[in-house]
């Protein structure tokens, strides 16, 4: 396991807010039969193709296509060992994908991150592993660190894909102390505001690696900080600059 990839987390709403939680076997099987209705009800959507659940020693397990191919996490090493520049054509595919997605149905993937994007070998991108939640029990999985603020709407994965793109481009991630304090809650009067914006502060990805186009850096800070830009926008937006 490569030292940079961090796992997924069970957050519950509270009266407190949402709280990180430790579950047993009972509620991690009803997490993957969830996983499997979502993937189920998604064919076509740049998932891998649905092959039912079988019984393991009494658990669930979700059966897909074997996916041939490596993971984005594998492919950012590697451009870090040769010292390559992220490859754009990469990004505008996960970008048509996700837009692709969500124009015909899925809300969101909700836990977009290096480690859940499969670069198939016919250059393809297969999405894997999205975030599910238990009613329930007010639970849902998702990762603090490209999901800081843990939302689940169609904005998440425009916020999560603008983290993956800074950490591409500067080799760190743009957050530290994740999740946001208050994430979850509503955001009402100026002190609320003057608070998400300090969490919001980051330091710019050109003043981490000046080699960033400008207009690279320009999507990447729409993404973390623009809740109204969507995931169409962003295609169009590396769309654009790929074909100058």
Known sequence: INPREYPANVYRRTKAGMSGELVQAPEIDLFIQEEARVLEGCPGLGFPEFHGVVEHK????IATEFVHGSTLRQRMVMDELQNRMPNLEVLVDIAATLSQAQNNGLEY???LKPENLILRNNRSIALIDPAVSISKYSAF???PHYNPLLTRTSHTDVMSLGIIMYEWYTK????DNVPYWFAGEPVFGETDRLYLSNFLSHHPPQDVNRKIPSPIAAIITKALTHPEYTIE???ADLGDFMNR
């Open 58 to 61: 009494d658990r669930p397990v």
């Open 109 to 111: 993937h909700g836990d």
């Open 141 to 143: 999985v998702t990762t």
């Open 172 to 175: 760190i991630l743009p957050f």
């Open 233 to 235: 926008q962003m295609h």
